[in-house]
């Protein structure tokens, strides 16, 4: 299995431009995460898709911040306008259920974003 | 008060040294327990899970206190490839999953 598959890797890009960030799970994973990891604040849960339904977006920053889980072999974080502060390593996660063992995440590599 | 706190560290100790984690975490309601291990500029990945009972994973052991509100990991003979970032975590469950990570802990085993 080729675990979990974020793209790009790395983005660097100015203030006020669109970034779109990508991830496959694991094939026959039903639940999708995004996270947002810095030195600060840890790393915290953006939003989690269940069966391609996001069920908790509580944890999106703001309005700039959207995910889209179109099927279950794909998901995009687009944040539009970009800002300095959004700099951090994102995260896309997936786990096969809800409960032991099947809710152990699997991550992918991130994506290291630096907004100029 | 943070739902998951750990002690960020870092931990320092020799090698072949026996060092503990504590993380407590603020809702009782609280359901399944993990400990994850980040290498640097790495993705976190599972350590093991946390039982109610306990649970040992080779020099690992991790141990549960629902009374006290902490999950606790204990290495022993630590080795270089240990030195990481260990993270608390926390599933409050109840249907679909309402996951917290803690902020982490550094190990850093010198030889």
């Known amino acids: 299995d080729a675990g979990v598959i974020q793209s790009p890797r790395h983005e660097v890009t100015e203030m006020g431009q669109e970034v779109t960030l990508r991830c496959k799970p694991i094939s026959g994973h039903n639940s999708l995460f995004w996270y947002r990891q810095t030195m600060m604040r840890g790393l915290e849960l953006l939003i989690y898709f269940n069966n391609n339904v996001p069920i908790d977006d509580s944890g999106m920053p703001e309005d700039r911040f959207s995910a889209k889980m179109p099927n279950a072999s794909f998901s995009t974080l687009k944040i539009q306008p970009s800002e300095p502060r959004d700099s951090a390593v994102y995260f896309c996660a997936s786990s096969s259920g809800t409960s032991y063992p099947q809710e152990t995440q699997y991550f992918g590599p991130g994506t290291r974003l630096l907004v100029l | ?111």
Do not use: H
């Open chain 2, 1 to 111: 008060r943070k739902e998951v706190e750990q002690d960020p560290g870092p931990f320092n100790v020799p090698e072949g040294a026996t060092v503990a984690f504590n993380c407590t975490y603020s809702n009782s309601a609280s359901q399944s327990f993990f400990w994850y291990r980040q290498d640097c500029r790495k993705e976190p990945k599972l350590l093991m899970s946390v039982y109610s009972s306990g649970n040992e994973d080779g020099r690992f052991t991790a141990q549960l206190n629902r009374a006290s509100q902490y999950i606790s990991l204990l290495i022993r003979d630590s080795k270089l490839s240990d030195s990481a970032t260990y993270l608390c975590v926390v599933n409050r469950g109840g249907g679909y999953q309402k996951v917290t990570f803690g902020t982490g802990t550094k190990l850093q085993v010198i030889p």
